[in-house]
């Protein structure tokens, strides 16, 4: 119990940034000058396709930017951070009133769970998934293996 006491208490003394964002992709936003990455979910890449159901191709990348700005829509946004990334940006969990942007993109299928930094989104990721929602309704490769080269074969 005195550890999810201590980890909730750290967690209300994490800096926060509010305001109404810029949409950079998927998983950034910028408040002000300040670049804001998406704790632990991970979106396709701008230019990055994927293979709907009957084979046709689509940019995924710009489906999940423009999910991300539904969500957003005009709304002011809360984000609390958990870390700084090697580019320099914030990682934060973001919100717009009490929905979890983090969380609400992994459930739409147009992010994945970024298990490399955390687990907290695996749960929408198998919704997601079960559903064939988003980028679930035909094929894809993983952000982070479309990052390192690797294409869809059609």
Known sequence: MALLIATQALASDAPTFTGRPSITDGDTIRIGDTRIRLHGIDT????????????SVYRCGDMATFALAALIEEHWVACRQTDKDRYGRI????????MNLNAEMVK????????????????QEASA???????????????WEWRRGKRLHQ
């Open 91 to 98: 990682v934060a969990v973001c919100f717009t009133g009490p």
């Open 44 to 55: 396709p890449e701008a230019k990055q396709t994927c293979l709907r159901r009957d084979g």
């Open 129 to 143: 998934k079960a559903a064939k929602r988003g980028m679930w309704q035909g094929r894809f490769v993983k952000p």
């Open 108 to 123: 739409s299928g147009w992010a994945l769970a970024y298990r490399k930094y955390s687990n907290d989104y695996v749960e």
